[in-house]
């Protein structure tokens, strides 16, 4: 969506390394910030969310965190494995339509 | 639980022909969300049905329109194809009448030649 800016859209790493990919959004009155992540064939699954009233929520290995002055936000995986290599969206809600960025391919490589 | 399915997986048409999709939404879920979803980007939203009415609708023309049952499954039809209608199209359910915490299906893959 256009005004919706995700990068990197190509991110190559090594199994075991940490991956970023950020999102940066235009509507500050949007409050709910997803991340899905899309294997081939596959339709997008939501792997972590957070709303506008916490900076960070943790889920094993994936994390997102949140900054609204800046209108940000972040998804981090650590110790990547070669399962995680997919395309990862993020999709914030602005005025009220669900937009998702163009996508990172995200690479892990064994 | 059932999650959401989507009908038929791949579907081959001509300019100028009308198309129907078809979608089950996830056990227990009364919303149904419709994406486009062109190769190399990101999915884009169609429309939105809660309670068998349209509640929500991008940057799409009057040709795409939809309906929901009363069973909550939901058809997407699109009129008058053209080669540019040519995407994976992807349905999502959601608890009722929200936008987030959607689960998606696998999708229909739609060519139009």
């Known amino acids: 969506g256009e005004n919706v800016e995700q990068h990197p859209s190509t991110l190559s790493v090594q199994e075991g390394d940490s991956a970023v990919i950020k999102c940066t959004y235009s509507?500050?009155?949007?409050?709910?910030f997803p991340w899905y992540k899309q294997e081939l064939g596959k339709g997008p699954q939501l792997i972590i969310d957070i709303r506008s009233n916490v900076g960070e929520k943790k889920d094993q290995r994936i994390a997102v965190t949140l900054n609204k002055t800046a209108k940000h936000f972040s998804l981090h995986i650590t110790e990547t494995q070669p399962e995680d290599s997919a395309v990862y969206f993020c999709?914030?809600?602005?005025?009220?339509?669900?937009?998702f960025g163009r996508g990172t391919s995200l690479i892990v490589h064994p | 639980e059932t999650g959401v399915t989507q009908s038929p997986t791949h579907l081959i048409k001509t300019r100028g022909q009308q198309v129907t999709l078809r979608c089950s939404s996830q056990s227990g879920h009364n919303t149904v969300s419709w994406y486009q979803q062109a190769l190399g980007q990101g999915p884009q939203f169609i429309f939105q049905?809660?309670?068998?009415?349209?509640?929500g609708r991008g940057n799409f023309p009057p040709r795409f329109s939809g309906l929901q049952f009363p069973n909550y499954s939901s058809e997407l039809n699109v009129n008058a194809l053209e080669l540019d209608d040519s995407a994976l199209y992807l349905c999502?359910?959601?608890?009722?009448?929200?936008?987030?915490?959607?689960?998606f299906g696998p999708g229909t893959r739609l060519t139009v030649l």
């Open positions: 049905y809660y309670r068998e009415e349209e509640n």
């Open positions: 509507d500050s009155a949007s409050n709910y």
């Open positions: 999502a359910s959601s608890l009722p009448g929200v936008l987030d915490e959607q689960f």
């Open positions: 999709a914030p809600i602005l005025s009220y339509i669900p937009t």
